[in-house]
């Protein structure tokens, strides 16, 4: 695997032949009782396409989409993670 020198360089690894959007699906953990507010606070976040509240080891589950992966990564980093009700994310970018 070639040397990631740049963070453009990472951004390539994880653009898609067809030149669609940047997905990742991410499991969202929140403070007991929360999940409905929390869920409909991350519903209005410019790029969340998809969000569910799941049964298992997580709380909510969300599919985010993005042009880039800067903007992808500024979406979660800025916006989803700092939600009040929010407590961790595991994130997984599609490929």
């Known amino acids: 695997m070639p040397r990631i020198k740049q963070y453009r360089d990472i951004q390539a ?3 898609n032949s067809w030149g ?3 997905q990742a699906w ?3 953990d ?3 009782g929360k999940e409905h507010l929390a869920l409909e606070e991350l519903r209005r976040i410019t790029g ?3 969000a569910h509240i799941v049964t298992g080891g997580h709380d909510i589950l969300l599919l985010v989409e ?3 992966m800067k903007q992808l990564n500024d979406i979660l980093s800025w ?3 700092r939600q009040k009700d929010v407590l961790c994310t595991i994130t997984m ?3």
């Open 66 to 68: 993005a042009d880039s």
């Open 48 to 50: 969340v396409s998809e």
């Open 30 to 32: 929140t403070k007991m």
């Open 79 to 81: 916006n989803v993670r």
């Open 20 to 22: 669609t959007m940047n």
């Open 93 to 95: 970018v599609v490929i």
């Open 13 to 15: 690894m994880f653009w």
């Open 26 to 28: 991410v499991l969202i």
